[in-house]
């Protein structure tokens, strides 16, 4: 089973690609962050006539996330973190598809740091944290992926100096990104990839031509999907097609029949 994250960055402009990617790769199941369209505006037909489920989350010119299940239909489980009843950012959805829990996010960028909107991004990681702790206390199997705006460490940027103020790579944001983890997930792409691997490009200064990126798309595994990691990656290549997303599709595959299958608790 492989489940893909892909920063579309406006699926508006990027459907021709991302079609082409579902053609030519077939997760069975890919997240898809920063839509940057509204609920009624988000091209169901076309996911439909390629082969996918969906369920979505929009948003007018901002954010947005969904999940694509080839062949079915995601069965959602709820939308947004609980812990703020006045955050109207659409940047979280989960789903189960064939028994597996999926978490797809879209963690805020959080700069300019300090100030506002690195504390909403400091809030919001709090918040996933609660949640991330529900979802292993289900014992179901959860795949927690997407852009999670964070650079876990120097080995994960091009040039890390020039990062040290950054929301992305600050220590705050990368000390709740590890408690996050020390929960007990597993950084997938890390764990089959001990060499520099990237997820993103800018795009100025020839970056994705001089591999001048970053790992900020993750996808973590709950306990239970450790044992059924085979592979990990990310298709480099698809930052090179014409009108590209500045972020590149990211995967694992799973051994299915290594899943201990439990019915997952509700939001």
Not at 104 to 127: I, S
Not at 197 to 220: E, K, P, Q, V
């Amino acid at each position: 089973m492989r489940i893909a994250t892909f920063n579309i960055n406006g699926i508006g402009a990027r459907l021709p690609a991302l079609l082409q990617w579902l053609a030519e790769k077939q997760p069975d199941v890919a997240c898809l962050q920063e839509l940057k369209a509204p609920q009624e505006k988000f091209p169901e037909a076309a996911i439909n006539d390629a082969g996918y489920g969906v369920i979505w989350h929009g948003q007018k010119s901002w954010n947005g996330v969904a999940i694509l299940a080839k062949g079915t239909q995601p069965q959602e489980i709820g939308r947004g973190l609980a812990g703020d009843p006045d955050d109207l950012q659409s940047r979280y959805i989960e789903a189960v598809v064939d028994d597996i829990v999926i978490a797809g996010l879209y963690l805020p960028n959080g700069n300019p740091a300090p100030g506002p909107k690195f504390d909403y991004k400091l809030k919001w990681m709090e918040r996933l944290i609660l949640r991330g702790e529900q979802l292993l206390g289900t014992g179901a199997p959860v795949v927690m992926c997407g852009d999670f705006n964070v650079i876990p460490t120097e080995f994960d940027v091009y040039k890390p100096e020039r990062w040290t103020e950054d929301a992305l790579f600050r220590p705050e944001t990368r000390e709740a990104f590890f408690r996050l983890l020390d929960q007990g997930w597993t950084d997938a792409l890390r764990t089959l990839h001990p060499e520099k691997i990237y997820t993103f490009w800018d795009y100025f200064r020839n970056a994705y031509g001089r591999d001048a990126g970053l790992r900020i798309d993750h996808l973590l595994l709950s306990p239970s999907l450790k044992g059924a990691l085979t592979a990990a990656g990310v298709d480099r290549d698809v930052r090179g097609w014409e009108k590209p997303s500045d972020h590149a599709p990211t995967w694992v595959e799973l051994d299915v029949a290594k899943v201990k299958k439990l019915k997952p608790a509700k939001a």
